[in-house]
């Protein structure tokens, strides 16, 4: 009834504005947020297929990864009783002491800490000794090099007597057992 009375003129213009705010109220709470829902579910597609690419790089590395790892366990397991892991510890450092000219002074191995089986101990050396700085050195690296794993934990050195190049000290070396 109202548009009836109105001039042509006005009714179309009438029907230009509710057209205009029409499609201001559609695109404002209809198209906007489908196209913002749309684009949010784009990016976490894109995330999840980055995440499932690295995941099969990683699936690829996987026989390389536990190859690896038997070899490391293999080094790491232990090959008798407690006793038979430290005399053969003790043999490994003496005889890198041999080859590269270190004289032990003494040597005190350490009983590990009882553990329940199944975890890790460590077995510990005090070695006490005298060499010239170049074949402390080479030992040092041998000892790190070894195939039982050891490892000089702690290091005191002091030059003995007037020579500088001649060093006594003592030395922690330990092996995960």
């Known amino acids: 009834m109202f548009f009836k009375q109105l001039t ?3 009714r179309i213009l009438s029907y230009l504005a509710v057209l205009v705010l029409s499609s201001f109220f559609a695109y404002t709470y209809v198209i906007e947020p489908v196209r913002e829902y749309l684009q949010n579910l784009n990016q976490q597609i894109m995330i999840k297929e980055l995440r499932a690419k690295k995941n099969l790089k990683i699936l690829a590395k996987k026989e390389r ?3 690896e790892y038997e070899k490391v366990a293999e080094r790491w397991k232990g090959k008798g009783s407690l006793e ?3 005399t053969d510890t003790l043999k490994e450092i003496e005889s890198q002491a041999r080859e590269t000219g270190l004289n032990i002074i003494d040597i005190k191995p350490q009983l590990p800490e009882v553990l329940p089986p199944g975890h890790y101990r460590e077995l510990f050396i005090i070695v006490e000794s005298e060499c010239k ?3 402390l050195i080479e030992f040092m690296y041998k000892i790190s090099a070894s195939s039982q794993a050891l490892r000089i934990n702690k290091l005191r050195l002091k030059a003995k007597g007037g020579d500088r190049l001649f060093l006594e ?3 922690v070396i330990s092996r995960i057992i």
Do not use: P, S, T
């Open 8 to 10: 042509k003129r006005e």
């Open 65 to 67: 990864v536990l190859k």
């Open 84 to 86: 038979e892991e430290m």
């Open 133 to 135: 700085i170049g074949c």
């Open 169 to 171: 000290g003592e030395m």
